[in-house]
């Protein structure tokens, strides 16, 4: 089963559960760090993130693999006069995102992991923008076996790619076997 298809079924099921509409609970804990501007959420799924962000004041483009979860993201933007704008998109091509080097005032991305967009990420958000980040790590306490292991951080991955940034929140759930990272892009960060 290709990507697309996997993620339309999986979100499909969340819809017919009325599961997975709960905004990240360590991003909602940041609230005070929420000023508005330019927001990203990639891989957004149904999007309670997004629609969590244009409640404090951002304007989010919110992408995903699956036509589903995009629909579902806009109808809902729609009726709650959110400034959210979901999209279409396989990460796995983020070039095709044309999102513009030093728009983006905040970034969100949960349980979605292609280090090679890493660059990318840190390259569109402002000097002084943020970056949150949660998904699955290689715990010894907690194994997600339903996730594959190319999907889950090595510990300290994230203080490790983000170690010029200015660090405000970091966690390594033993378990839950999540890593959580939450930065302000200095100055001098590239």
């Known amino acids: 089963m290709d990507a697309k298809r996997k993620w339309d079924d999986k979100h499909t099921d969340r819809l017919n559960q009325d599961e997975g509409m709960e905004v990240n609970e360590r991003l909602a804990n940041l609230s005070p760090y929420l000023q508005g501007g330019l927001a990203v959420d990639l891989a957004c799924g149904l999007g309670a993130n997004s629609l ?104 300290n991955e994230l203080l490790t790619e983000f170690k010029d940034w200015h660090v405000l929140f970091y966690e390594e759930n033993e378990q839950e076997g999540r890593q959580t990272i939450f930065a302000k892009k200095n100055v001098e960060s590239r």
């Open 52 to 155: 969590f962000l244009a409640d404090h004041h951002y304007a989010v483009k919110a992408f995903d693999i699956s036509e589903v979860a995009v629909n579902h993201v806009n109808r809902l933007a729609l009726k709650e006069h959110a400034t959210v704008h979901a999209n279409v998109c396989d990460l796995s091509q983020w070039g095709n995102l044309d999102l513009k080097e030093n728009s983006i005032d905040f970034l969100v991305t949960t349980y979605y992991l292609d280090r090679t967009i890493f660059p990318y990420v840190k390259s569109i958000i402002k000097e002084g923008g943020y970056f949150f980040m949660e998904t699955f790590y290689l715990s010894r306490s907690h194994t997600n076996e339903n996730v594959s292991n190319q999907y889950k951080l090595q510990p």
